[in-house]
């Protein structure tokens, strides 16, 4: 529950308001709980949190949000201490208007993607992103013509300045991954990398260049990786729709300009599917913490457009139920369906690794290593925790795999192969089930 | 692949300056070199990518052994994750003590930040090595940030080589084991190297000679009184202080008994005894060997407390008291101690009577004197005495000491009458400090109801020092006196008293879970 408090300092206060006797008008429904508190003031803090959502409302004047009148009403709640009751005036209220907002701001969503856009302004972004293209592939010719030897002692300014005129142009993701390449030159073994880099953009180029001729789902994930977005609420109504129980194998928050990215690993069980569910958020505000790693969600997912669908929405959520041990793949398995997938998408630069049975090996460097002697290398500089939870014994593991290596996501310890499995024999204890890296 | 590495050569060079390498199967390109490269290293590139090979030669890490203490329950584990995040900190070593009271171990995700956290707190070590499991032992061993609890535990760390070979402190660790086993195989371990120990490592291995003293060990304190460094014999002197049958004992009741004489005084017409007290006039060599220091600390140096310094002669008064045997009074007046704690005390002489050091002063100094010796000797039915005897004694420090020497039943009771003799003085706080907890039972509710009374006054003064007695209350005081303290904290509303009692929610929370 203290999870969704915005710090340490929130949680603490919040345990406390949660004991004070300080509660009156407590109550609860299907959708909402609600409550008074006695504060500093003169009249009773209002705190009321909308289950739905969740979205939660307090009186009180404190910035931080939620406040922990708000933690403390939903500590109250959890822990059963909330009776159930009709809603109160002020939270009906409240509850109703968030209800119309959110009809209204569906309404509108559905509107925006109804009504045909202007073609001329399509048109003409078109032809700013035929602009930018152009510039930037002439821009990386240059890089080559002139060599690269120089470039770990050049400017960040180099990068910046070429991502600028990627905005300018309206290819964002581009300008994105742009600015990200001045990161390389400051590290080991960069030539190689930047010439990667580099030479995929070029591919980037030339693929966007040709994308008449290109197949419906290339020509998508080209479109997606220069910066064009699709709607919402196309995805929902146009995109694959897959059924499946989706193991939610990571999490991961990546901050860059101002924006919190959280990126959610999922693998279907039925399908072996891979999925990302990605949220965004400004600082300081709450990402979506409905997928929860270790559990398991019986859901429907819409896929993002692509030749390589990973991207998705969480189309229609059923059940939620505690998960279990996914199964893992052994490394070889992996590598070749990596391999398959950049076969599909060339500029794959993410891919969820499920391992199954593999163990921890620190001698050059930490790598997991599966039971055929198989490794790869882990982008952690000490797994202590792996490592602690592992005890050195097979695990199943869950990371995401960029070129560099893993990047250590979770791991549930006695799940390597069935026999381990049988060895366990700790009932409901402390060190169960998932463990976050 | 050969040609990738030509291609970043290439790229590095600049095609100005080297035309690409030609690549079998390329795509077509538009002339320009740049372009040609690009597109060639762009094929190269994927094919890097989608032909990459897993590692080979990777030797996993020897798994851990096998865990015997089961995990702490679901519960409890989350919560000690939250300690370790920073809530109620403080809580950390009752956490880790409950449970390995209760056989049970950290689970084992949460190692990493428990070994941390021992890292830059030496006193949690010994509860983290109780608590830690032998996963916790393997996993300190593969990092040298957490080797502090390789040793530091109950775990043997190594046999004879380590007192050869080892540092300090696992030798410390190896003599104190031994000590505990076997205290003549210590004794003659540390004889063997004492000469060429250097002066710090000789008073700290003197030091573990506190694990199984004995009679057998005066001849080597003995010598050790002769020792070069002053730790060593200032240490020597104090483990043979704890001995009574010594002859330094004997020494030291010759020049107790020239201090202290019984009287016989007609008061009234009642014969009552009396104890003379005349303090040493001068201060010899013998007397500095045996470990009385010519500035006993506390003697001159400004007072802690109101009163001050207690002067030179008194000191030394409480020094020898505090290093003679105690049965040394027992003999001398034929009479039970408790009896013996009762007996008016006044000096000896008259010039022994300036207008400050009143008799209140002398008993004062011999009544100290009895307690630190009672304390050394672990005397309980001197301590019991000097507990129930009501002796003013402007040390109540000295006399909270004295409740370890107490059996165990006997403590709440008698620390709780402490308490109430101190009530109201500002010694509370420092007699509180000395009581080591869990404070349950009569104890509990003499601090209950100090805190009762020291939020009833309002003064700045008491607020500060509600605080206080809050502060050292909340990781000693028995979780189970919660309620009665919030119904205190809904009456005043001292922000001290409402931490107070939600430390004490949190800890009875914790250990409910702990308690299988």
Redesign the interface.
């Known amino acids: 529950m203290l999870a969704v408090a915005p710090d340490a300092a929130a949680a603490k206060a919040a345990a406390g308001v949660a004991r004070s006797a300080g509660w009156s008008g407590t109550g609860c429904d299907t959708a909402a709980v609600w409550g008074e508190c006695a504060g500093g003031g003169k009249s009773a803090y209002r705190a009321a949190a909308d289950l739905d959502e969740p979205a939660y409302r307090c009186s009180c004047p404190s910035r931080k949000f939620p406040c922990k009148h708000v933690l403390g009403l939903l500590l109250l709640w959890s822990e059963g201490a909330v009776e159930g009751g009709p809603r109160p005036d002020w939270v009906a209220e409240w509850i109703g208007q968030r209800r119309a907002r959110a009809e209204k701001a569906r309404e509108r969503r559905r509107a925006a993607a109804a009504k045909t856009r202007d073609p001329r302004t399509a048109e003409r972004r078109e032809q700013r992103v035929d602009g930018g293209i152009a510039d930037l592939d002439q821009w990386l010719r240059d890089q080559v013509a002139h060599g690269l030897a120089q470039a770990d002692k050049a400017p960040y300014r180099l990068w910046d300045e070429a991502a600028r005129r990627l905005v300018d142009a309206q290819a964002g993701a581009l300008a994105g991954q742009v600015k990200g390449l001045a990161a390389i030159p400051r590290q080991e073994g960069w030539p190689d990398r930047l010439l990667e880099e580099y030479a995929l953009l070029r591919l980037l180029v030339r693929a966007y260049q040709r994308r008449a001729g290109l197949p419906p789902g290339l020509r998508e994930t080209v479109r997606s990786r220069i910066g064009f977005t699709v709607q919402q609420e196309e995805v929902l109504r146009d995109g694959e729709r897959v059924r499946d129980s989706w193991h939610v194998i990571g999490s991961r928050d990546v901050v860059q300009d101002q924006l919190t990215t959280r990126r959610v690993w999922l693998r279907g069980r039925e399908s072996g599917r891979p999925a990302l569910v990605l949220s965004f958020a400004a600082p300081g505000r709450h990402l979506d913490a409905s997928l929860v790693v270790g559990t398991r969600v019986e859901a429907e997912l819409a896929f993002y457009p692509g030749a390589q669908p990973l991207r998705a929405l969480v189309a229609d959520r059923l059940a939620t139920e505690a998960g279990g041990a996914p199964e893992g793949l052994t490394v070889g398995a992996f590598l070749d369906e990596y391999a398959a997938a950049l076969g599909r998408d060339p500029w794959l630069d993410r891919w969820p690794a499920l391992l199954g049975g593999v163990r921890l090996a620190r001698n050059g460097g930490p790598r997991v290593v599966d039971a055929h002697g198989d490794a790869l290398p882990l982008l952690s500089a000490e797994p202590w925790r792996l490592l602690a939870v592992s005890g050195g014994a097979p695990v199943t593991f869950a990371g995401e795999w960029s070129p560099r290596g893993l990047l250590p996501l979770a791991a549930w310890a006695g799940g390597g192969t069935a026999g381990e499995k049988g060895k366990r024999a700790e009932g409901d204890d402390g060190d169960e089930g998932v463990v976050i890296l | 692949m050969s040609g990738?590495s030509e291609?970043?050569s290439?790229?590095?060079?600049?095609?100005?300056?080297r035309p690409p390498p030609e690549l079998p199967g390329a795509p077509p390109g538009d002339g320009?070199?740049?372009?040609r490269?690009?597109?060639q290293?762009?094929v190269?590139?994927?094919r890097?990518?989608?032909?990459?090979?897993?590692?080979?030669?990777?030797?996993?890490?020897?798994?851990?052994p096998q865990e015997d203490a089961?995990?702490?329950?679901?519960?409890?584990?989350?919560r000690?994750a939250?300690i370790l995040?920073?809530?109620?900190i403080r809580v950390l070593p009752e956490w880790l003590d409950a449970a390995a009271a209760h056989g049970r171990r950290v689970?084992?995700?949460l190692?990493?930040e428990l070994l941390e956290k021992g890292r830059s707190d030496r006193v949690l070590r010994p509860a983290i090595a109780r608590a830690a499991g032998r996963?916790g032992v393997?996993?300190a061993l593969?990092?040298t940030d957490w080797a502090y609890l390789v040793g530091s535990g109950d775990d043997p760390g190594g046999d004879a080589e380590v007192w050869e070979t080892g540092t300090r402190q696992q030798r410390v660790a190896h003599l104190t084991r031994l000590r505990g086993t076997d205290p003549a195989a210590a004794r003659d371990a540390l004889g063997g190297t004492w000469a060429r120990e250097p002066a710090p490592d000789r008073a700290a291995f003197l030091a573990t000679f506190e694990t199984g003293l004995s009679a057998d060990d005066e001849d080597f304190l003995e010598k050790a009184l002769e020792d070069r460094g002053k730790d060593v014999r200032q240490l020597a002197s104090d483990l043979l202080a704890r001995l009574p049958g010594s002859a330094y004992g004997r020494r030291m009741a010759v020049r107790a008994r020239e201090c202290l004489r019984p009287e016989v005084r007609t008061v009234r017409e009642r014969e009552q005894t009396w104890i003379l007290v005349e303090p040493p006039r001068g201060h010899g060599e013998d007397l500095a060997r045996d470990g009385v220091p010519f500035h006993p600390t506390g003697s001159f140096a400004p007072g802690r407390r109101a009163g001050g310094p207690v002067g030179t002669r008194a000191a030394w008064l409480r020094e020898i008291l505090a290093r003679t045997p105690l049965a040394t009074w027992t003999d001398l007046f034929g009479r039970p101690p408790r009896e013996i704690v009762g007996l008016p005390v006044a000096p000896a002489a008259a010039a022994d009577r300036p207008a400050e050091a009143g008799a209140g002063a002398m008993a004062g100094s011999v009544h100290i004197g009895w307690a630190r010796a009672a304390l050394r000797q672990r005397d309980v039915g001197w301590a019991r005495a000097l507990l129930r005897g009501g002796v003013a004694v402007d040390e109540p420090e000295a006399l909270a000491d004295l409740l370890t020497v107490l059996p165990a039943d006997e403590r709440a009771g008698a620390a709780a009458d402490l308490i109430r003799w101190a009530e109201g003085r500002p010694e509370l706080l420092r007699v509180l400090e000395r009581i080591p907890g869990p404070w349950a039972g009569a104890l509990a509710e003499a601090v209950v109801a100090s805190i009762g009374m020291a939020a009833e006054r309002s003064s700045y003064r008491h607020e500060h020092a509600l605080t206080q007695l809050c502060r050292l209350a909340d990781q000693r005081l028995a979780p189970e006196t919660a309620p009665r303290l919030?119904a205190l904290a809904?009456r005043h509303g001292a922000a001290a008293l409402?931490d107070l009692?939600?430390t004490l929610?949190?800890r009875r929370d914790m250990l409910k879970e702990l308690t299988p």
């Open positions: 990738w291609h970043v290439a790229a590095l060079l600049g095609t100005e300056r320009d070199p740049a372009g490269l690009l597109d290293a762009a190269l590139a994927l890097r990518r989608a032909g990459r090979r897993p590692l080979t030669g990777a030797e996993p890490v020897a798994p851990a089961p995990v702490v329950p679901a519960a409890a584990a989350g000690l939250r995040a920073g809530e109620q689970p084992s995700r190692l990493p996963r393997w996993l593969q990092n919030e809904a409402t009692t939600e929610r949190f």
